[in-house]
């Protein structure tokens, strides 16, 4: 008998420490310890999302944290990405397909804005006043990002390519300085510094097509997304307050924007002037615009000749969060 209640009782621990064990493997799958996520100013609500601190306080609820971290540029944010420094990375549509071409693991869940973020710019006493006149000339970018692929598409259009120009690999930040100091003779801008130097500088927009911007997209790590489902719709739901809020809040949202950035009003003003954040949902429209700047890349030797874009794109984009992370 007492052996019966021995056993019986031996039973009861095992279940019980089983159980726990099983507990705490389920919460740590279903859980991360914390969040890491990026800030840009090319993203300007990623800097509400940060400022209100709507993410930060819902994974607080289940004792999540959340890591910032500052991207100068989408290549910066691939970076970070690629190397699990980030969970979530925020870069243009065909930054994000150039990234996934190059065995980059990310998904592409959410439109944070459709902006007209890069033009073509030069000094304001330049001589340039069209594509072809950069035949020859130094031209500023930095690689891999949205900027780099809109000079491509633009000298595309004109029967060019990267190699009639000398391309001058620069971050976004030293770009500008090199125009303005006249070390280049044009530069694939990024706003906010485009917006800079164009109301402070007097440089010129001499090409302009909102066509060739592809979208602002959040990425998230594949790995990340498959261990943590809940928490990539967590993260979307919080852009959305974030997004709704910049669309409540104009002037207090552009004030964000000028502080963090550095900007004046006015510049602030001209950058939100160029920032549509009315269509958050990922979707068939990106595809085609990613596709088609892909089908560019491809031909400029950017993408491998033997990748096929539209399923790169099809891996790319993943819709199944939703807008509202439901």
Wanted: glycine share 6%; with cysteine.
């Amino acid at each position: 008998m007492k052996r019966n209640v021995l056993a019986t009782l031996l039973i009861a621990a095992l279940a019980l420490t089983t159980t726990g064990l099983m507990t705490a493997c389920t919460k740590n799958e279903t859980k991360p310890e914390v969040v890491r996520i990026d800030f840009a100013y090319y993203n300007p609500v990623s800097l509400v999302l940060k400022e209100k601190k709507f993410l930060d306080d819902d994974l607080a609820k289940d004792n999540v944290k959340v890591e910032w971290i500052h991207s100068l540029g989408s290549n910066k944010s691939l970076e970070l990405l690629n190397s699990k420094s980030a969970d979530f990375g925020s870069t243009a549509g065909a930054a994000a397909l150039i990234g996934k071409a190059n065995g980059n693991p990310i998904k592409s869940v959410y439109v944070y804005s459709k902006p007209e973020w890069t033009a073509l710019v030069v000094r304001g006493d330049s001589a340039i006043t069209k594509v072809e006149d950069l035949k020859g000339k130094k031209v500023a970018v930095t690689r891999g990002t949205d900027p780099h692929v809109f000079l491509l598409r633009a000298l595309d259009k004109v029967g060019l390519s990267e190699k009639d120009i000398e391309l001058v690999p620069l971050q976004h930040p030293d770009g500008r300085n090199a125009l303005e100091k006249g070390d280049v003779d044009a530069w694939s801008g990024l706003d906010p510094l485009m917006a800079q130097t164009e109301v402070d500088k007097g440089s010129k927009l001499f090409f302009r097509d909102p066509n060739l911007n592809t979208y602002g997209v959040l990425n998230v790590r594949e790995e990340f997304a498959k261990q943590y489902p809940a928490y990539v719709k967590r993260v979307i739901a919080a852009y959305e307050k974030a997004r709704t809020w910049a669309l409540a809040n104009p002037a207090e949202f552009k004030a964000i924007l000028a502080r963090d950035a550095k900007l004046n009003d006015a510049v602030a003003a001209r950058v939100l002037e160029r920032t549509d954040l009315s269509d958050p949902i990922i979707g068939e429209k990106q595809k085609t615009t990613i596709a088609a700047a892909g089908d560019v890349l491809k031909k400029s030797g950017v993408i491998k000749a033997d990748v096929d874009v539209p399923g790169l794109v099809n891996a790319l984009i993943d819709p199944q969060f939703g807008a509202a992370g439901k």
